[in-house]
Structure formats: C-alpha cells, structure tokens
T-cell receptor, first 114, second 111 residues
C-alpha cells in the first residue's frame, strides 16, 4: 500500500449539493494532485497543490476547488453538484512538484450524484 | 489540447500469450509513466521512462519510449491471470506535475 488515505470511501449526494473529499498524503510527501476518473476512462487531472499553493489546474470549472494544509493533507470541494460529477475521485501524493516525480495514488472516493 | 491515446481499448488473451498496449501523444513528452489498475482498485505506479529510445524491463514486462518521445509501449510476455487489469500510460509535457492519462487498455486473461 502507498500510505495515501482518502475519506470517505463512498458518498451519495443530490444534484445541487456541495461535497468535500479528503486526502492524507504519504509521509514525507509535500505535493498532492487530484484526479477525476469516470467509469471506463483514465484519470483526468483536476489540480495540484504544492506546499499549500495551487500548482497547475486542469480543465475543470471553478466550482471545483481545493485546499492543502500545513501537514500537506488536502481537500477537494465541489459546489453545485451535477450528475456528470459522479466518478471516482483520486488523490495522489508525491515529493516535490517536478515533472519527474512518481505519484502514489490513494484508494479513491466513489461519488454518486443523483 | 494535449492528448494521449492508447490502443487497444480491450484485449482478451489466453494465459501464456503475449500482450502489448501502445500509447501515442499529440505532443512531445518530457517523460511517460505507466500504471496498472485492478478492477475496483486505484492506479499503481509501474515505471517511468525519461530518455528518448529508453527500454526498461520488469520481469515479464518491457516498456519502451519512442525516439521522438511521442509514443510508448508496454509488452507483457507469457501473460498470467495476475496480469488482469487496466494499464494506463500517462505523460507530462511541462515542468508541472500534471499527468495526462490515456484511456487505458483493459487486459483479460483466460486460464
């Protein structure tokens, strides 16, 4: 196992609601990246946080926002949930924000929006 | 925008047969990584390739990075049932950690 944990494991929300997902990075890692993985697709990059600052963002609307704390754990917040937001949300931790860093994924949070 | 394409989408093989998945990027990559995701699981890092023409082996798995750094392949020799899962390539083009994933190739192995 990677040592990356995520909570909750599963979540069911109603369209229009807001959700917060949490990630604890592997010990010693200061960078967290968030991905959305729809069924049958590859993970899509949402954004990355390095030392509490956003360090790159994918093609996701502003209602997807994040936060990284001094202990390098992170949150992903999604406002005004839509049905298409139903997916597996993965966080991955790494040491540093460089382009050659290996990323270690957590088990994911399965979000269902009804 | 940048795209990473993988083929085939699915592959069914008899145990003992070989398997190859191919990855192509629309732009030159600085590096490429390969991940394996078991059904119901999360992506697990396999390897990273950085140099043009690089070839790396892990037991029965052989990874290649193209000379132009726009394509890559993963070859598994003599598949086993434990090889079942979806294999993703993921590439980077910039100095950020942003990874662009392919759609994955799902491998089924019949015993």
């Amino acid at each position: 196992e990677t040592g990356v944990t995520q909570s909750p494991t599963h979540l069911i929300k109603t369209r229009g609601q807001q959700v917060t997902l949490r990630c604890s990075s592997q010990s010693g890692h200061n960078t967290v990246s968030w991905y959305q993985q729809a069924l049958g697709q590859g993970p899509q990059f949402i954004f990355q946080y390095y030392r509490e600052e956003e360090n790159g963002r994918g093609n996701f609307p502003p209602r997807f926002s994040g936060l990284q704390f001094p202990n390098y754990s992170s949150e992903l917040n999604v406002n005004a949930l839509e049905l298409d937001d139903s997916a597996l949300y993965l966080c991955a931790s790494s040491l540093g924000r460089g382009q050659f860093n290996e990323q270690y994924f957590g088990p994911g949070t399965r979000l269902t929006v009804t | 925008g940048q795209q990473v394409m993988q083929i085939p989408q699915y592959q069914h093989v008899q145990e003992g047969e070989d398997f190859t998945t191919y990855c192509n990027s629309s732009t030159t990559l600085s590096n490429i990584q390969w991940y394996k995701q078991r059904p119901g699981g999360h992506p697990v890092f396999l390897i990273q390739l950085v140099k043009s023409g690089e070839v790396k082996k892990q037991k029965r798995l052989t990874f290649q990075f193209g000379e132009a750094k726009k394509n890559s392949s993963l070859h598994i020799t003599a598949t086993q049932t434990t090889d079942v899962g979806t294999y993703f390539c993921a590439g980077r083009t910039s100095n950020t950690g942003k990874l662009i994933f392919g759609q994955g190739t799902t491998l089924q192995v019949k015993p």
